[in-house]
């Protein structure tokens, strides 16, 4: 069965810093990889999209760059955090293509800059 | 832009009873449509799609789909404590499994 790990689960940084997150599925191969932001009492906001290895497409203007080194990875950085980049990150996945089937979610990965 | 809306509740119901959550979505071309459940603290869950009009039922979820009135509901049968959450009605928005999700109803089933 598949499964989608991302990590880290916490974690709280200082303006001004560089972001890291990683997100691991296992289980599945050429999946659509995505990144989503959930602020504090609102809905998901979709941030990056991803087809296959280095084909990534920007949803919204930001401070945040994505990049797929491998098929199962997905990372999701800045150079420099912003106070608004704090909120709970989620990567999720699909199967490939098209088609319009469900999406998967990590544990998501909470981020406080401060 | 293709929104999706929700009411943001909390909708409160007494345990047994049947929740009835709604949302609608302003994208003609959606085709997908999903409900997540979310717990405080938690990443989404899946627990419906519907890609038809009509009503599709599992378990004690129902979802119902009207592409016309563009509006989908979720109903939940025997509501338990267990329930109470946060539910994220989505739908897909121009390919590649992109959905756009609603804010969220949060659901309290007290006993």
């Known amino acids: 069965s598949q499964t989608i790990h991302q990590w880290p689960a916490t974690l709280v940084q200082p303006v001004g810093s560089p972001l890291s997150l990683e997100c691991t599925v296992e289980?599945?191969?050429?999946?659509?990889l995505y990144w989503y932001r959930q602020a504090a009492g609102r809905g998901l906001q979709l941030l990056f999209y991803?087809?296959?290895?280095?084909?990534i497409s920007s949803e919204v203007p930001q401070n945040l760059s994505a990049s797929r080194p491998q098929d199962r990875q997905f990372i999701l950085s800045s150079k420099k955090l912003l106070l608004s980049d704090s909120g709970f990150y989620l990567c999720?996945?699909?199967?490939?293509?098209?088609?319009?089937?469900?999406?998967?979610f990590g544990e998501g990965s909470r981020l406080t800059v401060l | 832009q293709k929104e999706v809306e929700q009411n943001s509740g909390p909708l409160s119901v007494p345990e047994g009873a049947i929740a009835s959550l709604n949302c609608t979505y302003s994208?003609?071309?959606?085709?997908?449509f999903f409900w997540y459940r979310q717990y405080s603290g938690k990443s989404p869950e899946l627990i419906m799609s519907?890609?038809?009009?009509g009503d599709k039922e599992d378990g004690r979820f129902t979802a119902q789909l009207n592409k016309a009135s563009q509006y989908v509901s979720l109903l939940i049968r025997d509501s338990q404590p267990s329930d109470s959450a946060t539910y994220l009605c989505?739908?897909?928005?121009?390919?590649?499994?992109?959905?756009?999700f609603g804010a969220g109803t949060r659901l309290a089933v007290h006993p």
């Open positions: 289980g599945t191969s050429n999946p659509n």
């Open positions: 999720a996945w699909s199967g490939g293509g098209m088609n319009t089937g469900e999406l998967f």
């Open positions: 991803s087809i296959g290895i280095d084909q």
């Open positions: 519907i890609y038809s009009n």
């Open positions: 989505a739908a897909e928005g121009g390919g590649y499994n992109k959905l756009i």
């Open positions: 994208d003609r071309g959606s085709q997908s």
